[in-house]
């Protein structure tokens, strides 16, 4: 590995796919890692707190952290991310909701207890470097950042054009919180609809300011 940024631009777009995505996945469950995030922030009981989710897509992921007590603010580059987030919603959990549409490097963030970030700033492309500063900033002290960044032998990089980076990368990005937990993964497992089989390699991470 290298320390370097990798990244390549997807020549089409990808607003049709993600827009696919966002609604096939608005009805499932939260997955493991947001499991993992709650563990690290002791987050079942979120009253008071202020969460970012960063790429919400369908919205699993927000609705559990309103179902658990906390303030979300909610972002995505989809539109239709918005109808998804709130059909359904009882009114004591929209009035804890804010929905931003826009890129991850422009969206002006909260202060935020908790940025969980599941496997969505790579896809900032040629602005990850930004993106992920903007997110990072959002942590205040004591709070923690959530999230899963590529690595160069992961599929996404050449299918979608997604930044990749490796542990040096993270560790110098990270240089400013207290501790930062990174595990790195690669395996090869079904995905998506079809349930084909593709190569993940990945870094989740836990970091507390």
Partial sequence: MTDELRFQT?????????AAFAAATSGRGP?????????FVDGNNGRGRQAIDLGCRGGADT????SRGWRVFAMDAEPGA???????LP????????????AFHEVELPGADL????????????YFERAVVNALKAVVPGGAFVGQLLGINDGWITEEGAAAVDQRWIEQSFADFASVEIDEREHDAPYGPERETRHFHFFHIQARR
């Fill in 91 to 102: 009114p004591d959990s929209l009035h804890r909701l804010d929905i931003a549409i826009g």
């Fill in 63 to 66: 609705r559990a952290l309103l």
């Fill in 115 to 126: 940025v969980y970030a599941q496997f969505s700033l790579p896809f900032a492309g040629e």
């Fill in 10 to 18: 997807d020549p089409e777009s990808a607003d049709d796919s993600w």
């Fill in 82 to 88: 918005r109808r998804l987030l709130t059909a359904g």
């Fill in 31 to 39: 997955l493991e890692y947001f499991h993992s995030a709650m563990d």
